[in-house]
Every structure is written in C-alpha cells, then in structure tokens.
C-alpha cells in the first residue's frame, strides 16, 4: 500500500499491511526549517513556501500524511477578525489584539479562500498534490467553531458571554460554522481528501459537559455533516486533559484522536473499536520530547498489545510534535509502529 491507501483505509476501517502514523501540523519544525531553509512565518505568507515546509516532514519522517494546515490555532480567527503578531519568524504567530466582544455581533462567514492567510494552506495543498500525486495523504486543518469564535474574541470574553449573552454566541457560531462548510468546498477542491478538526476545548477542564453539549457540539456536528457531504473524511482532534471523547464520538467522526494519558487506554479502545478509527496518541511532551528511543519503542509496543489486530487504528503523538522532539525518537515511534504494526 502506498502511504495514502494505508492512511485512508485506517480512517475507512478497512485492513491495512501496517498500521499507519498521523503526522500533526508542522511537527518537530525544526528540522524542516533547517532542511528547507524556510522559517515559518514566510511560509504563512506563500503557498510555495508552504508546501515545501510541509512536504519536508515527508521526506524526513516518512509518517503516512503531510498537513495543509498547522497548530498555530488561529488562521481561521484572524480572518473573523483577530489581530496577530510574528514574535519569532521560527514559530507561530501568536495574537496580538482580539476583536472586542462588542464587535463579535459583526463578525460575518468568510471565504478561505478570499483571505490572505487562510487561503495560503488551501493553494499550498494543490501544489503538494501535484507533487504527491497518490504517494501521502494531504490532510486539512480546522479549529472547531468555538475554538475559532474563542481566539478570534479571547477566551475569557467567551466565557462570560456563555453566561451573559447566549444568543449572541450562537448567533456568531450560526455565522462560524458558514466559513467552516466553505474551507470544506474549497479544501475538497483542491483535492483534499481529509480534514483534521482541533476540538479540544471539549474537556472538563474547559467547560462543563452541558455548555459543551450546548454551545460546541451542534456545531461541529453540522460542519461535520457538511464536510461529510463532499466525502471528507473527518478526524476530530481533543488533546484536553480530560477530553469528553464520549460524546465526541456520538458526532461519528471517521476518526478520534486523544492524549492517551488524559484517558484510560484499555477502555478508551474498547469504546472505540468498531466504531470509528483511533489514533493513539503518545505523550508528546515528556516521552517523545525527553525520553530515549527505547523508552519510546516499548510505549508502542504496549499500546499495539492492548489494541491487537483490528482495523481502524493508527499511531501518533499525542499532538503537534514540539519543536526540537529528538530525532531520533521520531525515528524510533515509526519503527516500532512497522515493527510492531505491520499486519
Ligand atoms: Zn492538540
């Protein structure tokens, strides 16, 4: 299978020869940077530099995707009208100034592909399809609604409206979930096949499971139909530390993806199996990031002992590999993942 078909076929649930790897946003960057040359706010601004950013991950990790979009978490909400800033032409941007709740009222859908950054991952995908062709996957990125409502106004703002002004929040999300459905006609026409959706905000720690279910979830669920509709393949992304997986997995993604150390591995899996695909997602920030490759070798080979033999599973960090994540642990977890993945 090529790299594409193993991909598709964990997300379909179908067999695959070995379990494949998700590669998330612009993983270990580092190391890109120093290949390609190209910092990452350059790429920001130019669908080449993009692409070729991306691209790189391929060759230097061989995990069975590469992203059109990254972890930078605000592309969407700068075009609803948060203002960002490049501190570290390295790194992502970060904001700057949020739009004031006052002006939330105004914010309107937008079209990915009428904005100047938004545009940049969508154009950046046609050129890495071309280069591609059927070799990896080409996933897309997009932040739930919420998330983008909640970083383009800030966090706490939105949380107070929850409580104060509840139709002013949905009436911004009806318009949200606009520009979302418009990434997914624009994302599947240039030849996207699957999008990533960050739902983290979806945690006990965030919000109570009632405002989850209020204020979140219908709406993701109806991007999700949309996107659905096209033939996209969703997989939501919910790396919080105590993630309601459970009703994330009532919206039948075609995948869920957690920390695993944020839930109880062994139940996690059995609530999964056969439902939708799991992507286990190992410990990023310690195991991957401080730990050695052996250390990383036996986490993989215990979680392929829990899960065993059946189809709709694949292997990941637990999110956006930090900058400088050892090389050779991502080595290593894709080793163990064909040493003890293949089928
Ligand atoms: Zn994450």
Redesign the pocket.
């Known amino acids: 299978m090529t790299p594409k078909q193993r991909f598709h076929a964990a997300l379909d649930m179908r067999s695959v020869d070995r379990v494949p790897l998700l590669y ?1 946003h612009l993983g270990a960057a580092s190391y890109l940077q120093k290949a390609t040359g190209i910092l990452t706010k350059d790429a920001f601004e130019d669908p080449e530099k993009f692409a070729k950013l991306s691209l790189e991950s391929f060759n230097q990790f061989g995990f069975d995707n590469v992203m059109a979009g990254w ?1 930078d978490l605000l592309t969407e909400s700068q075009a609803h009208g948060l203002k960002w800033k490049f501190t570290d032409p390295r790194f992502y941007p970060r904001p700057d100034a949020y739009l004031p709740l006052a002006e939330a009222s105004e914010i309107r859908p937008v079209d990915p592909m009428d904005d100047r950054y938004w545009s940049v991952p969508l154009k950046a995908a046609s050129l890495m399809g071309d280069k591609l062709g059927d070799e990896a996957a080409i996933v897309g990125s997009c932040g739930s609604p919420t998330w983008i409502f909640s970083e383009t106004i800030g966090m706490e703002p939105l949380m107070m409206a929850y409580f104060q002004q509840p139709d002013l929040v949905h009436g911004v999300l009806r318009n949200i979930i606009e520009s979302c459905k418009a990434y997914g006609e624009r994302a599947h026409e240039v030849g996207i096949e699957d999008i990533f959706m ?1 739902d ?1 905000g979806a945690g006990m720690e965030m919000v109570s499971l009632e405002m989850y279910e209020q204020f979140d979830r219908p709406y993701v669920f109806q991007v999700m139909q949309s996107w659905t509709k096209l033939g996209l393949r969703t997989i939501i ?1 919910n ?1 919080s530390a105590a993630p309601y997986y459970e009703s994330q997995l009532d919206l039948q993604p075609k995948a869920l993806h957690v920390h695993l150390q944020a839930v109880e591995p062994a139940k996690f899996f059995a609530q999964l199996r056969g439902r939708t695909c799991v992507v286990a997602g190992i410990d990023h920030t310690t195991l991957l990031f401080k730990r050695a490759p052996d250390e990383v070798e036996s986490e993989v080979k215990r979680l392929f002992e829990l899960w065993g033999k059946d189809a709709g599973f694949m292997m990941a960090p ?3 590999l930090p900058y400088k994540t050892p090389l050779e642990n991502i080595l290593r977890l894709k080793q163990a993942t064909i040493r003890y993945g293949t089928m």
């Open positions: 998330q972890g960050d983290s992304h790396d637990g999110c956006e």
